[in-house]
C-alpha cells in the first residue's frame, strides 16, 4: 500500500501561483511513477501533469503547459506541482496518484493510488 497526502491547495487571485505537495507513505516511492489530476464541479477528472520514477522525464497537459511544473524529491518520498499564471479555469480538487512502475501515462486507471485531494480557487 501507498498513502499520499497532499497539501498546499488554497484561494489565491488569478496571475497568482500555488505549489502543490503530495507526500507518499508505505511502499517504495522512488520507483513508482506520479500524476496530478483534478476535477472541477460537474466535470470529469482530468489528467494534469506526469513525472516518471526517476524524476527524467515530465509531461503536462496543453492546458496547464508552460504554467505548471512538476517535480519529486525521491529522498523526501515527495511530488510536488508548481502552479504559475494560474487562471480562474484552474479552480478544481487536485488529486496526487501513483502508480505501479516507472513510466507514466495519462489515463487515470492506470495508478494504483490516490489522495483525498486538495482544494485550489483562483478568484478572477
Known amino acids: 500500500q501507498v498513502q499520499l497526502v497532499e497539501s498546499g491547495g488554497g484561494l489565491v487571485q488569478a496571475g497568482g501561483s500555488l505549489r502543490l505537495s503530495c507526500a507518499a507513505s508505505?511502499?517504495?516511492?522512488?520507483?513508482?511513477?506520479m500524476a496530478w489530476f483534478r476535477q472541477a464541479p460537474g466535470k470529469e477528472r482530468e489528467f494534469v501533469a506526469a513525472?516518471?520514477?526517476?524524476?527524467?522525464?515530465?509531461y503536462v497537459a496543453d492546458s496547464v503547459k508552460g504554467r505548471f511544473t512538476i517535480s519529486r524529491d525521491n529522498a523526501k518520498n515527495t511530488v510536488y506541482l508548481r502552479m504559475n499564471s494560474l487562471k480562474p479555469e484552474d479552480t478544481a480538487q487536485y488529486y496526487c496518484?501513483?502508480?505501479?512502475?516507472?513510466?507514466?501515462?495519462?489515463?487515470?486507471?492506470?495508478?494504483?493510488?490516490w489522495g483525498q485531494g486538495t482544494q485550489v480557487t483562483v478568484s478572477s
Open positions: 496518484a501513483a502508480g505501479s512502475g516507472s513510466s507514466f501515462y495519462v489515463n487515470s486507471n492506470t495508478y494504483d493510488y
Open positions: 513525472i516518471s520514477g526517476t524524476g527524467y522525464s515530465t
Open positions: 508505505g511502499r517504495t516511492f522512488s520507483g513508482r511513477a
